[in-house]
């Protein structure tokens, strides 16, 4: 299939005609009946065309199939396990599915912007060096409604230092070189860190990053995936990974950090997620 699009091609016409230019890897559990439809039009409307999105589906009371059963894209390899695994084990399982060089990654309740794999595409074909690219979001509520922004750091540099004191890469707008991640064992770490775990492993390894400073997902904050004893178990997680590799490295503002956010972990539930409600992102758009 090939893109509509004009953005400059990083790769040959021979690996072209055998393999798609981006596929997108989307896990999926329990998706919600709305939000999960959403996040797969929103792929299906890329201006960039030549893609395949790869959905893996582990089992629940919902089953992703029906609820978009009848869009019949055949860019669309649609993967539902018979046992409950993790999502770990679902990223590494959509990474072997993959067929193209470049993976993008997207959650099943986000919208991507219609630019997002058109704009991902020309960076890295501009940018050889380049091995991750995420980018700003843009923060919805359940119905949509914009609340703000997330902003992170755009550069290489800046980007690894912020990785002693926060993850500065939003997981769910980023594309990466397949084999840079192959190489570094893909996926490793079972809950809440996969994705800040992948980052700082890479970083060490030498891979170059860097983030869009324009949103190219719209990150939705909903109830469901607002759960208190999930925030600090994922507290405790990204503490465990900065002591894990960082220790030792860290200036006093980050050591700081780090002890008050293990004692988030003791704190009452509500507090806790009042705290991250107030944080989680800004009311405006960070400059360039």
């Known amino acids: 299939m090939k893109a509509s699009h004009s953005a400059p091609d990083p790769f040959s016409a021979a690996d072209r005609q055998v393999k798609p230019l981006v596929s997108v890897v989307m ?18 409307a890329q201006t ?5 999105l790869i959905i893996v589906e582990d089992p629940s009371p919902r089953d992703g199939r029906e609820l978009i059963a009848d869009l019949q894209d055949p860019r669309i390899v ?29 959650d099943a309740d986000d919208i ?7 704009s991902q595409v020309a960076r890295f074909a501009a940018e050889p060096e380049l091995d991750v690219l995420g980018s700003r979001l843009e923060i919805i509520d359940d119905k949509g409604r ?26 769910p707008s980023v594309t990466f070189r397949r084999s840079t991640v ?10 809440y860190v996969e994705d800040y775990d992948l980052w700082c492993r890479l970083a060490a390894s030498g891979a170059r990053f860097a983030n869009d400073p324009q949103p190219r997902v719209r990150y939705r904050i909903h109830p469901e995936g607002m759960k208190s004893e999930k925030l600090k178990q994922m507290i405790a997680a990204t503490v465990d990974l900065k002591r894990r590799y ?43």
Do not use: K
């Not at 960039?48 to 395949?52: G, M, R, S, V």
């Not at 993790?86 to 470049?102: E, I, K, S, Y």
């Not at 980050?254 to 107030?278: D, K, N, S, Y």
């Open 146 to 171: 914009q609340l703000g922004y997330r902003n992170y750091p755009l550069t290489h540099e800046e980007i690894v230092r912020a990785m002693r004191r926060f993850n500065p890469v939003a997981h």
């Open 27 to 44: 896990p999926v559990l329990n998706p919600h009946p709305r939000h999960f439809r959403e996040a797969v039009e929103s792929v299906l």
């Open 246 to 288: 960082f220790h030792g490295e860290m200036t006093l503002a980050e050591r700081t950090r780090l002890l008050a956010e293990r004692g988030l972990i003791w704190m009452p539930r509500q507090l806790v997620l009042w705290l991250f409600a107030r944080t989680a992102f800004s009311r405006t758009l960070a400059e360039n």
């Open 182 to 191: 192959l190489s570094a064992d893909s996926y490793v770490a079972e809950v």
């Open 112 to 118: 991507c912007c219609p630019q997002r794999l058109e």
């Open 48 to 52: 960039l065309a030549d893609f395949e």
């Open 78 to 106: 649609h993967v539902r396990n018979e046992s409950r695994s993790c999502l770990r084990d679902q990223l590494n399982q959509g990474l072997r599915l993959a067929q193209a060089d470049l993976i993008a990654r997207a």
